[in-house]
């Protein structure tokens, strides 16, 4: 079955702490993004990559990192930099040079 | 700014009543607008791309409608396996393909 699959399902960090989600894709698609979901508001945009070995800024990504070395994996690592952590984090893929992105079933992050 | 707006946030049916859901965007030039279902705790699902005004898609009792400024989600004879928060996003011409999204609706269908 391809999917995209995200792990764990929740994550607890305590204060200072960096913690690391999973992204994995079997869909070979090129492109992977991270959004970041929080009540009442739309999907913010955290990273992206388009391409192994390269990825941007989105909109929101002060204390977060991320690594894109192989094409399947697109880890996402929040750093002790990032002040308000919880929220639901939603990986996504698409085809190249095709608009659609299909979503992975997400990570709840929460503080100690 | 470009800016996605989606209303009511929230919206509650009898089942078999039918109604609409609104996504206005402001935008420097459109790619496409998506819609997507998102049931409680899980990632969104995809439902619809819409390319270009006056294109519409239909699946079961879901039809996407696209003008120049709007998109409409309608919904006719709902059932409670409907309910959900239904999103809405757009990808702007020349962008890397990245999304911006409305904050969604949230359906409630009563039995």
């Known amino acids: 079955d391809g999917g995209i699959t995200q792990s764990p399902k929740y994550l607890f960090r305590k204060e200072g702490q960096n913690v690391t989600l999973s992204c994995e894709q079997n869909?070979?698609?090129?492109?992977m993004y991270w959004y970041r979901q929080d009540p009442g508001q739309g999907l913010r945009l955290i990273y992206y990559?388009?391409?192994?070995?390269?990825?941007q800024k989105g909109d929101i990504a002060e204390g977060y990192s991320v690594s894109r070395e192989k094409k399947e994996s697109f880890p996402l690592t929040v750093t002790s930099a990032q002040k308000n952590p919880t929220a639901f984090y939603l990986c996504?893929?698409?085809?190249?040079?095709?608009?659609?992105?299909?979503f992975g079933p997400g990570t709840r992050l929460l503080v100690l | 700014e470009d800016q996605v707006t989606q209303s009511p946030e929230a919206l509650r049916l009898q089942e078999g009543e039918s109604s609409s859901l609104n996504c206005s965007y402001t935008?420097?030039?459109?790619?496409?607008l998506f819609w997507y279902r998102q049931d409680p705790g899980k990632g969104p699902e995809f439902l619809f791309t819409?390319?270009?005004a006056g294109e519409e898609k239909e699946k079961e009792r879901l039809k996407a409608t696209l003008t120049k400024k709007e998109s409409f989600l309608h919904i006719t004879a709902p059932k409670p396996e409907d309910s959900a928060t239904y999103l809405c996003?757009?990808?702007?011409?020349?962008?890397?393909?990245?999304?911006?999204f409305g904050k969604g609706t949230k359906l409630s269908v009563k039995p």
């Open positions: 869909l070979n698609h090129d492109a």
């Open positions: 935008v420097s030039g459109l790619r496409g």
């Open positions: 819409l390319y270009s």
């Open positions: 990559s388009q391409i192994v070995n390269d990825f």
């Open positions: 996003a757009v990808q702007i011409r020349g962008s890397q393909g990245n999304l911006i």
């Open positions: 996504a893929s698409s085809m190249p040079h095709q608009e659609t992105q299909y």
